[in-house]
Nanobody, 129 residues
Framework: QLELVESGGGLVQPGGSLRLSCAASGFTLNDYAIGWFRQAPGKEREGVSCISSSDSRTYYADSVKGRFTISRDNAKNTVFLQMNSLKHEDTAAYYC??????????????????????WGQGTQVTVSS
């Protein structure tokens, strides 16, 4: 059974950093495109960053570009989201997602259209002083 488990969220002051992890079981993450999404109360879900499976092309939303970095550790079957220079507006529940049905699409397209079929339960990130 395919499962994704996020971890690494928490409370951090503005300007601080967190690293989120998305650990997969039941499948090999390297065969899947992976996305990180977030949703704040009262707001729509936003595609934060996505990475393709074949060539690890990446996409970042403008709101996080230059501050967040998505990466894979194939040996650990885990994808990370390094978040630096965190802002109040980064506060949200963060979810990772996986899919391998759209191999020809760019990570940008997958992020914007939320083309992911498997989702984790999420981890909360709160940026507050």
């Amino acid at each position: 059974q395919l499962e994704l488990v996020e971890s690494g969220g928490g409370l951090v002051q503005p300007g601080g950093s967190l690293r989120l992890s998305c650990a997969a079981s039941g499948f090999t993450l390297n065969d899947y495109a992976i996305g990180w999404f977030r949703q704040a109360p009262g707001k729509e879900r936003e595609g934060v960053s996505c990475i393709s499976s074949s060539d690890s092309r990446t996409y970042y939303a403008d709101s996080v570009k230059g501050r967040f970095t998505i990466s894979r550790d194939n040996a650990k079957n885990t994808v990370f989201l390094q978040m630096n220079s965190l802002k109040h507006e980064d506060t949200a529940a963060y979810y990772c997602a996986a899919d391998r049905r759209y191999m020809g699409l760019s990570p940008q397209a997958m992020c914007i259209m939320t083309l992911f079929g498997s989702w984790g339960q999420g981890t909360q990130v709160t940026v507050s002083s």
